[in-house]
């Protein structure tokens, strides 16, 4: 048996030495794309008999878990002041609250494509309260991701997909956009890990009510043993997972590189939903996700060089 594994633990050692030395950051960056972009799957699985807020409570109880070890270890403590609340309405609270009643009346593809226009929503709130300053392929980018949005919204209904379904699944982008401006500053301030834990501490605080509601109104006494198993994947895969892939990927490859794989998102939660859920994808599926990548490559396409201290933080999406 040893002489087995050592066989194998040499065979994989000379098949990565032959690799090119960028492939397992690019392939870092891939999976997490794919873990980000499939999330809304074991979601609006979950969703199905168990409250909103309740698997928002679950899923971030286990993730803050997490990230209190981390924290304890490094001998930090959670930041709590006006920004973390400030966040964690805008970062959980409203974003599960559009998400998550969005999910439930629209599918899993339609939710992917649309969040993918998200860093385009960035752009634009930034433009306006920032004053960032809004180059021709930044507008075009604007431009072109909202009308393959607007194109979803519009058309991508039907059997399992409603126009409020969708429109509540804008309010979420909108929502994570707010947040990540808001952000901006914030976290510059001081440990992100920190800053995220009290964002969740407030987060958690801001949705008990609201879950302890819907447990009473919707009860509890249909969650399955599945159901509980996919929220702690979306805990850990989407979460933990994801982040720790892009933080490997991200000291072999610059920022800009790695944020190309973002656009990997929108479509494999299409493929994700239409091969796991039957999902029908339509015409305007393609048509509209196409206009919102193309956007989001000219709207976050930087005009200039980034410098070695840039070069350690991209963002790919939301925290789904």
Partial sequence: MIDQT?????????????????????????VSAILFGTAAVPAKTALKRVPPFVVAELRWIVALAIILLVLRRRGERPVINR???????????????????????????????????????????????????????????????????????????GLDASLTGNLLIV???VSWAVYTVLGRHAFSSGSSLAMLAGIAIAGLVIMAPIAVYESYREG?????????????????????????LIGYALTHL???QAAVYGNVMPFAGALAGYVLLSEQ???????????????????TRSNRQPSPATNREVRLGSIE
């Fill in 220 to 244: 509890l006494s249909q969650i399955r043993g599945l159901d509980l198993a996919l929220v702690f994947y979306l805990a850990i895969g989407p979460s933990f997972v994801a982040y720790v």
């Fill in 83 to 157: 920004n973390t609340w400030l966040l964690g309405l805008t970062g959980l609270a409203l974003f599960y609250f559009f998400y998550s009643y969005g999910l439930r009346h629209t599918t899993a593809a339609n939710t992917t494509l649309i969040s993918g226009g998200t860093p385009v929503m960035v752009a634009l709130l930034a433009a306006i309260f920032l004053g960032e300053r809004v180059t021709r392929p930044k507008a075009l980018g604007i431009v072109a991701s909202l009308i393959g949005i607007g194109a979803i919204v519009s058309a991508g209904t």
């Fill in 281 to 299: 994808i339509g015409i305007w599926h393609f048509v509209g996700g196409a206009f919102i990548v193309l956007g989001v490559v000219l709207a």
């Fill in 254 to 256: 610059e920022a800009s």
């Fill in 171 to 173: 309010g979420s982008a």
């Fill in 6 to 30: 050592t066989t194998i633990h040499t065979f994989l050692s000379r098949l990565v030495s032959r690799l090119p030395p960028r492939a397992p950051a690019v392939m870092a960056m891939l």
